[in-house]
Each structure stands twice: as C-alpha cells, then as structure tokens.
C-alpha cells in the first residue's frame, strides 16, 4: 500500500509546496510512490478517511487558528515533516516578534488592523512533535528527492551536520569573502549545494547553523571584512531570530 | 432557485487561504463574502531597520510563485532610491529571467489549476491516468519555465542571483544557447495547448469593468512598464502611483480595499492583454485570435486565455533575449553602489498583474519607510463586484454548480493570497 501524504501551509510564501511541485522530471515517479490525498494549494480532493500516513508542513504558525489547525494535523499523521525555514526554524516571519503585535498591526494596518488574530511566529516544533524537518527558503529539491528515496527504501533521512563551506568547496567556487562580499557558510548547515555562493551570493543562512557553529570567531571574520555589528546580527537573524531570541 | 446557501472553506487550488460565503434568501443576496484567512505576515513592520541590499532579498519571499517578481519590483523601487543604473545584459538577464517566471506560472495556472474543472475532475491527478500526455506536457513546459530562472539567477523559487545594480554571477553562453534551443522547441506544445483550449469551453460571462497595466511604447509591459495606464482614468506616472492604487477602509467591512478613482479594477494577463495588444508580436496575436480572444474582452474568465497568449510572448521573448545577450557577449559587471538616502517607487507586471514595491533609505542605506501593493489587493474589489453581477445569471443552477462556478471565478483572477502584505480581512455584504 502507497503512503497517504497530505500537503499543509501555514504562515509563508508556498514556495516549499512549489519546490516539491517544481520537481517536474521526476514528480510523475514520486506520485507513483505515494498517494497524495490532501494538497488545498493544487487539489479539490480532501483525504478520506483522514488519517495520513504522512503530513508535509511548511510555513510559521503565527495565528491561535494556525495552532489548532497544526495540531489537528499531528493527531491524523503518523509522520510529521516541516518543510522549509518557515516550519523549520521559523525562518523570516519571526522577524515580526521583535516589535510587540500591537505594534506591528498598526504599522502596516493602522486602525483596521486591530480585527486580526497574529500572535509570535514560531516554528512548527515550538507547538507540537516534529519527526523530520527539511530546512532551507526554500527547500532544495535535491534534497527532497533523496529524502523521499530513503522513506520509499524504509532508511531514516540523515541530513548533513557540517558547514556549507565543504560543499562549496567540493564545487572549487572562489570563496566569495575574496570577492568582497560576506557569507554565512562557515557555521551554517550544508545540503543546498552551497547554491548562493555558487551564483556569486554570500549565504544568509537559510538553513538554520550547525549543531556546534563556531559563531563567534564567525562574527569576528564578518567583522574583518568590514561589517559593522548591526550588519553582523542581522546576517545571523535574518532567517533565526526566533533562535536567538530564546533565552540560553 | 430562490434560497441558496454556500459556504467554501478554505477555496482549493489557488495560491494561499481564503473562503467563499453566499447567502441567497427569495432570490436576494443576503451575503455575499470572499475572506481571505490567510495569516498576515508585516513585511512592511520587519523591513524596517534593514539594509538596502536586503530588500530584494527579503521581499521576493513574500510569494513562492511570484518570487522573481518581487525582485523585480524591489530591485527597481531600490535602484531608482539609490540612484543606481543598471546596465543593458542586467536588464536582459533580468527580463529573461521574468519571462522565465511568467511562463512557470502561467502554465501551473492554466494546466494544473484551471484545466480540471475545464476537463470536469477535482485536480490535475485524475488527468495523470485520463491524460498523460497533457500532464507530461505540462510539465515539460513548466520545467522550461524553471530552468530559465535556474540558468539565469541559481534557482527560481527565491533567485540568488538577482542583486541591486547586476548580477553577481553571469550565466555561460552556451548554457543559454541550450535554454534556447529547448524554447524553440517548445513551439509545438505551445501549439497543442492551444489546440486543447480550443476544445474546452470557457463560462460566457461578461461585466464592464476598469483594466489597469503598466505599460511601454516599445515593448509589452512585463519586466517594466513606461506609465501605469488605465481603461478609464488614462495615464498615470508610475511614481505617482497612489493615485491610480487608492487604498481605503470600506465602512461596511473594516477592510482596506483598493480601487482608482472611479472604482474598483481588473489587474493581470487580461488587462494587460487588452491595454498592450499593440505591443504583442503576431504571432501572440495569432493564437489570441485562434481562442476567440481580442481586445477588449470583458470576460474575467479569459484570463487564462490571456496568459497563455502571453506564454507565446514570452517563449518568443526569451529566444530573442537570448540572441542578444550572446550577440553582445556576456561579461561580469562592477556591483559597487555608492549608499545614498533617497525614496524609489518600482513596477512590475507580474503574473497576477501590477505589483508595486515602494522604499525610502537614509544615507547609511537603512530602510525607513516602505509600501507595497501586490497584484490579488487590487483585484479583490474586482472579484466581488464579479460574483454580485454573476449570481444573480446562474441562481437557477443546482447549488453544487453555482458553488463550482464562484471557485472558477476567483480561480480565474489566478489570485495569489499569500501574498499578504495588505491584505484585509474582505467582507463583502
């Protein structure tokens, strides 16, 4: 019997469902391993029954509705995965929590702005249980396909824990500090290719740091090359803040 | 039929979240409501306190489908703060890459989106066994569409590649000539899609209504546009923007809408279609004419058809972007920018239509004041004035239909809800 999977957004961009959908040479493969039975961004169907054997999550939870719906998710999955630096780490939303909800309703909304429900964004794990989590904004579609061949082969995922400076590296691009620009590739997780530095950008870390990242001899380096201290944390935060702001 | 009652949670198959609530009592509308439910995000409150060279960055994950798009505008509104000119291959590379955009969007909505309830099934899945040939086409096309962002900018779902002034990296010509080479060939799907359509009937539904596009005298408005014109009001200059875009709280809704100064408006393929006919090549006016389409079509539901006109322009677009960036010969650019305090108001036409990224740096290049307005804020008046025109055509319908023929609707503006910056809770009644 095929997987039933179901496809879920919260707070983001759906670009991570897109990224899965992008995977057009061998998405015709991939629906013949699964049985996507729920999908709102591409499919009228809902799963019926609705237990699922998995449920891919993207997006922040940042609304009370967003929280119940997550919830209800966990309950029908076995298996739930986060997809992408919104679910993963919180990624760009949580930007947000540093100026107080009220705050940021009237910034952007004004006086209407009081009917909305918006609460801190958080990352997927902060609300329930999260058995796999695919990083990066959005996720890389390398990465999801061989993910997806170690669940249909029944081996667990491991997802690389070292810098993406090796992988950039093992591509022999010139290490973009010498081209004058800054990356956050020495603490960040590899497993995107090293796909910013490759096209002549630094990394902003998308995909959340190593489990031991060296940061601040980091900082010091960012500094070195000319980066004042604000331009420094804002490298670090753009995509975890929500880590940052957690008391150590 | 006098009493209907209809309520759409969470309308499938568009991008992001948004409901559809009818009321029917003795055959008077009672409610009618499109909700967006989708969870705000405050770009607009977190961009503050940025860097300039973040802007792009940060804005073109507003929206995954539309992510090129938002650079686009954003690279625009901070280059015209900033006072930066970018040179002739960045604007090609650019517009390469937009074109790239456009065509993966267009063919997501048109085969994956709006061809099952054409095909009358719930999702482009059943079409895998009914139709596999269609979906491997399909996929074909899209793929194209993607590979172009990936070659020109790294990825296409939030471009690397994509900075103020140029790109950081230049792509190799012989890995455009390859891009090229598959556009060419793609001719003949373009072909038999159009042969498809040509077998599928679109609803016959017509409205007067106001388009607005960017538009240019020498090209077809999508990267960038000249004016911002209107069927109605006429030209207005793109900084001045505010005038043609006026956004309001509607008494009865507590909700920020937007409409010109005459009402509300119609923004995307179909109104860039009928405001820049002039501009397409013949052979875009060709198939338009093959699919019964010619300006000006009231017809929402002929945004479809317009953005698959628009799928041969930019097929055609990109061969010739292509000939020209190799006939110049591509070479890497300085990407010095000189950080002054400045405001910059950028346009793009993006799939979905007008988009509309404002920013106001100081001289250390901090982002201090920002505004943006995205293409589905300004069509959500336009959709309901669409639905109250509609319901009353269709009421004789079994509910299930009248319920199917409100989700096409708001399927055809192809209304991309994530892209929350300013979008309010719509309560239309």
């Known amino acids: 019997m095929k997987p039933r999977v179901g496809m879920f957004a919260f707070t983001c961009c759906e670009g991570c469902g897109l990224a899965v959908i992008e995977c057009e040479n061998e998405l015709l493969d991939v629906l013949s391993l699964i049985d996507l039975v729920e999908w709102r961004e591409g499919l009228s169907e809902k799963a019926n029954p609705p237990e699922l054997e998995i449920a891919l999550v993207e997006g922040s939870i940042s609304t009370h509705a967003d929280e119940q719906k997550l919830k209800a998710i966990r309950e029908r999955a076995k298996v739930l995965v986060a997809l992408g630096a919104c679910a993963h780490t919180g990624g760009l939303n949580a930007l947000k929590n540093r100026y107080g909800m009220n705050q940021v309703k009237q910034m952007v909304y004004g006086e209407a702005g009081a009917q909305f429900d918006t609460i801190p964004a958080r990352p997927l794990s902060a609300v329930v249980p999260v058995d796999l989590f695919l990083p990066g904004c959005p996720i890389d579609r390398t990465e999801f396909l061989s993910v997806v061949r170690d669940v249909a082969l029944g081996k667990a995922p491991r997802l690389p824990d070292y810098p993406l400076c090796v992988e950039c590296k093992k591509k022999e691009n010139v290490c973009v500090f010498f081209q004058g620009r800054f990356c956050m590739g020495p603490v960040v997780r590899a497993g995107c290719g090293a796909i910013c530095p490759t096209h002549g950008d630094g990394c902003e870390a998308c995909r959340g740091l190593v489990s031991h990242p060296n940061e601040q001899a980091h900082k010091e380096t960012l500094a070195e090359h000319g980066l004042k201290v604000d331009e420094v944390l804002m490298h670090f935060n753009m995509f975890n803040s929500y880590q940052e702001d957690q008391p150590a | ?429």
């Open chain 2, 1 to 429: 039929m006098n009493e209907v009652k209809i309520n759409i949670h969470d309308v499938t198959r568009v991008e992001g979240h948004g409901d559809v609530v009818l009321d029917v009592q003795s055959g008077e509308i009672k409610e009618l409501k499109l909700a967006i439910t989708e969870s705000p995000r405050f770009f607009e409150a977190f961009l503050l306190g940025r860097k300039w060279y973040e802007a792009a960055h940060i804005t073109c994950r507003i929206c995954g489908i539309c992510s090129v798009g938002h650079t686009s505008a954003s690279l625009q509104a901070m280059e015209n703060a900033l006072g930066v000119e970018i040179s002739d291959q960045t604007l090609l590379l650019r517009k390469l890459t937009f074109a790239g955009e456009t065509l993966q969007s267009h063919y997501l909505h048109a085969f994956y989106l709006v061809a099952p309830d054409l095909l009358g099934v719930p999702s482009v899945l059943p079409l895998v066994a009914s139709h596999p040939e269609v979906v491997k086409m399909a996929l074909r096309l899209k793929r194209l569409g993607n590979d172009i962002c990936c070659t020109v900018a790294g990825r296409h779902i939030h471009a690397c590649a994509m900075k103020v002034k140029a790109f950081p990296k230049v792509p190799q010509a012989e890995d455009l000539l390859a891009l090229r080479q598959r556009l060419v060939d793609s001719v003949p799907d373009l072909h038999a899609t159009v042969a498809l359509l040509q077998t599928l009937a679109l609803p016959q539904f017509e409205r007067d209504m106001e388009f607005t596009a960017l538009h240019h005298p020498e090209e077809y408005a999508l990267y960038r546009g000249e004016v911002i014109r209107s069927t109605k009001t006429g030209d207005t200059a793109i900084p001045d923007y505010k005038q043609q875009v006026r956004e309001f709280v509607a008494p009865h809704s507590h909700a920020k809408h937007v409409a010109s100064a005459v009402g509300p408006y119609m923004v995307g393929a179909l109104a860039r279609f009928n405001i820049n006919y002039d501009q397409l090549r013949p052979e875009s006016k060709e198939v338009a004419a093959a699919l019964g389409l010619q300006p000006v079509s009231y017809n929402p539901f002929m945004n479809t058809i317009a953005q698959v006109v628009e799928c041969v322009e930019c097929t055609l677009d990109g061969i010739e972007f292509i000939d020209r960036l190799v006939d110049m010969g591509l070479h890497e650019e300085d990407m010095t920018v000189e950080v002054k305090a400045g405001r910059g108001v950028g346009a793009s036409e993006v799939p979905r239509g007008t988009l509309y990224h404002e920013y106001a740096v100081d001289d250390e290049g901090t982002i201090v004041d920002c505004n943006l307005i995205i293409p589905t804020g300004q069509n959500l008046s336009n959709i309901e004035h669409d639905m109250r025109a509609l319901v009353p055509q269709i009421l004789d319908r079994p509910q299930d239909e009248i319920a199917l023929q409100l989700e096409m609707l708001v399927r055809a503006y192809d209304p991309c809800i994530s892209c929350a910056t300013h979008l309010l809770k719509v309560e239309f009644v």
